[in-house]
């Protein structure tokens, strides 16, 4: 999927999910963004349904708004600093009025698609509402991640966050063809891909299956052999066009 594609099913999920919050009152829901441009995406896509919410970025200006404001003169030769260091840098002060904040009154924050320098702004932010504000992250793609800053910071998205809604496949060097499957408040599911018909559940549990987990687990299927010959057939067809 191109660029476009992503950002356009990350925000008409968020959208769905600021229709689903609606009996708390729009005034009392703020959805964030990575960047201006998808901020100003959303309110104009908005402005018309039943998704009243407030809408901000908490990382990067607009390109072109950016490219306007530009002056002359030498500039200067930034200071070395640290990874976590570096990215507060950049999404602390996105105007002139200082870090991010959220709105005053928000009772249910929604942050789109967060990469590693925007969590940095979601973890100062988790500790400085506690638990009186509910905190999304929608797409968050967090096992993509290598580096979350800091050893806090990987503690409180990978352990502390509870996962809502999760579908993606397993580790395929322990599991391979099997995906994870999570729908809360129901246990985690690996289930295997056969070449033909649905998916089948291995086994469940309440945690995150582990990498090994899931090798153990797999190393116990037993195909049958119904399966095991329509897998076969539908292996020799595929070798006729190869």
């Known amino acids: 999927p191109t660029r476009e594609t992503l950002d356009t099913s990350d925000r008409e999920l968020a959208r769905l999910f600021v229709e689903m919050f609606q009996p708390v009152g729009g005034e009392h829901i703020s959805v964030m963004f990575n960047d201006e441009d998808l901020a100003d995406a ?6 018309d349904g039943g998704a009243a919410c407030r809408i901000a970025n908490i990382g990067k200006r607009s390109k072109s708004k950016v490219k306007r404001g530009m002056g002359g003169g030498n500039k200067k030769k930034k200071k070395a600093v640290g990874f976590a260091a570096k990215m507060n840098e950049e999404v602390g002060n996105n105007s002139n009025s200082g870090p991010f904040q959220l709105p005053e009154g928000t009772e ?8 590693p320098k925007e969590l940095l702004v979601v973890e100062r932010i988790c500790s400085e509402v506690g638990m009186d ?3 999304l992250l929608l797409n968050a793609r ?11 910071a990987k503690t409180l998205f990978m352990d502390n966050f509870e996962p809502v809604f999760q579908l993606k496949s397993a580790p395929q060097d322990a599991a391979p063809g099997c995906l ?8 985690w599911v690996m289930a295997r891909k056969p070449k033909a018909g649905q998916p089948k559940p291995v086994f469940e549990q309440a945690q995150r299956p582990t990498s090994e987990e899931c090798r153990q687990e797999y190393d116990k299927i037993e195909i049958g052999d119904m399966e095991k010959s329509v897998e076969g ?8 066009f190869s």
């Open 42 to 47: 959303a309110k104009k896509r908005w402005k």
């Open 133 to 135: 504000t509910l905190v």
């Open 233 to 240: 057939v539908l292996e020799n067809v595929a070798s006729w």
């Open 180 to 187: 994870l499957y999570r729908a809360y408040p129901n246990d």
């Open 142 to 152: 967090l096992d993509k991640i290598e580096n979350f800053g800091t050893d806090s």
């Open 108 to 115: 249910v924050a929604i942050f789109v698609a967060p990469g």
